[in-house]
């Protein structure tokens, strides 16, 4: 009688942080131990954590699962496989990354700020010792969209992507257009919930958008993230008032991450805009995040889950675990590029704002009525088309056709300039065409 075959070797983790995602993490790999093994085709076992609370983390700890202080010990330690990288920040994850490629570990993050700002310096390190750094929780947490831009979509030529990516944004706005309420009562909501940090300037600010859509931009078109040519507006400015005309026009207010391709030339925008009321992306409110990516082949695709949460962002790091761990049993290395392009390709530059051509919404407020007709001479001055204009006794609102960024800069500054204007609001359309 044949002996029973062994049981192929674990794949061995060390955990750097013990936070939202290091706790997360370690609670879906004990739950769900028996189907990720199933999955991925040996287990999965969390080795040694790293966290400056250990006793916190030893109290919540199975035996046999050693607890540390210090990640770089973590990085260095010659029982992990992979380490999952969860203490934030930039400048102690990037030391601990870049230890743990070159000790051979394979490494999973959910940090899209460290591979936004250190990205092509980590994978080139990671590519040259022929390990992989995974990063599906990096952006947009539960949604796998890494993975659908670098496998699924792989036999397209992208044209575009537009996505709600930060949850606290997304929430703020979603309470300013259904409750009517101001930026900073919806805020202060977003924070007693739990749903924004106390300083969340990262967030409103539109900085953590940028982030993710450098990485996204990365994968979709090639080439290095390129944090530095992303255009960032964030929200705080905005006013309840605009959500009524918005919605009287056909539109809500999102906030948008948008990479688009013309010809060889990228845009890399992130600010709030106005979006067509019957898009997908309009349907996206509250927490949830949503992307929707154009393919030449595959027309426009969906992607839509929560943008944040323990187990939300576990889920997407056990599952950049279980690639690893299949490719082990393999017998090999995970054979899909961490950006989604094993060789160069030629790299759209990036393209002024300036020279972007995008339609608009404007609310003008005016000291008396007969100024509307100034501001119409001065948006036709500079060659703005007007689509639609409505006047309600000293507040005008126009949408306006599509024209190029610094001639509406320029029209701007002449309206700001008038007069007979008390307050002027701009906000970009994007017809998701």
């Not at 983790?13 to 131990?33: D, E, P």
């Not at 964030?234 to 026009?249: N, S």
Request: aromatic content about 4%; glycine content about 10%.
């Amino acid at each position: 009688m044949q002996a029973p075959l062994a049981p192929p070797p674990a794949l061995r983790a060390g955990l750097l942080g013990f936070g939202v995602v290091g706790s997360g993490t370690h609670g879906v790999l004990a739950a769900n131990r028996d189907t990720i093994r199933a999955r991925a085709g040996c287990a999965i076992e969390l080795a040694v954590v790293a966290t400056r609370n250990a006793s916190r983390a030893r109290a919540a700890m199975e035996d046999g699962i050693e607890v540390l202080t210090d990640p770089m010990q973590v990085a260095r330690h010659p029982g992990v496989d992979v380490v999952i990288e969860a203490i934030g920040g930039t400048t102690d994850a990037r030391d601990c990354v870049l230890a743990a490629i070159a000790e051979g570990k394979h490494v999973v993050t959910a940090n899209k700020a460290l591979l936004a700002m250190h990205g092509e310096e980590i994978f080139a390190a990671a590519s040259a010792r022929g390990v992989t750094v995974g990063f599906e929780a990096a952006v947009a947490v539960s949604i796998p969209i890494v993975k659908a831009l670098r496998e699924g979509l792989v036999a397209n030529e992208i044209e575009w992507l537009a996505g709600i990516v930060n949850g606290t944004s997304n929430y703020v706005l979603t309470q300013m257009a259904a409750a009517g309420r101001s930026y900073a009562d919806a805020l202060a909501s977003a924070q007693s919930l739990g749903y924004a940090e106390a300083d969340p300037a990262l967030d409103v600010g539109g900085g953590d958008a940028a982030h993710k859509l450098a990485l996204l931009a990365a994968m979709a078109f090639g080439g290095p993230p390129r944090l530095d040519a992303v255009h960032v507006e964030g929200i705080a400015t905005l006013q309840a008032v605009d959500f009524l005309h918005a919605a009287r026009l056909g539109y809500a207010v999102k906030l948008l991450a948008v990479a688009r391709r013309s010809g060889d030339e990228l845009q890399l925008r992130v600010h709030p805009a106005l979006v067509p009321r019957e898009s997908l992306l309009a349907r996206v409110d509250g927490r949830m995040n949503g992307i929707m990516v154009k393919g030449n082949a595959a027309g426009v695709t969906m992607y839509y889950g929560a943008g944040a949460g323990s187990s939300e962002t576990a889920s997407a790091v056990v599952a950049d675990l279980v690639d690893l761990a299949r490719a082990v049993r393999g017998g090999g290395q995970v054979r899909v590029p961490p950006l989604g392009f094993w060789e160069g390709v030629p790299q759209p530059r990036a393209a002024s704002l300036g020279d972007t051509r995008l339609r608009n919404y404007l609310r003008v407020e005016l000291l008396n009525a007969d100024s509307a007709v100034l501001v119409l001479e001065a948006l036709s001055r500079h060659h703005v088309p007007v689509i639609k204009g409505t006047q309600s006794r000293n507040t005008f609102v126009v949408l306006s056709g599509e024209v190029l960024e610094s001639a509406m800069a320029a029209a701007l500054r002449e309206i700001e300039g008038m007069p007979g204007v008390q307050a002027l609001t701009r906000l970009r359309v994007e017809q998701l065409e």
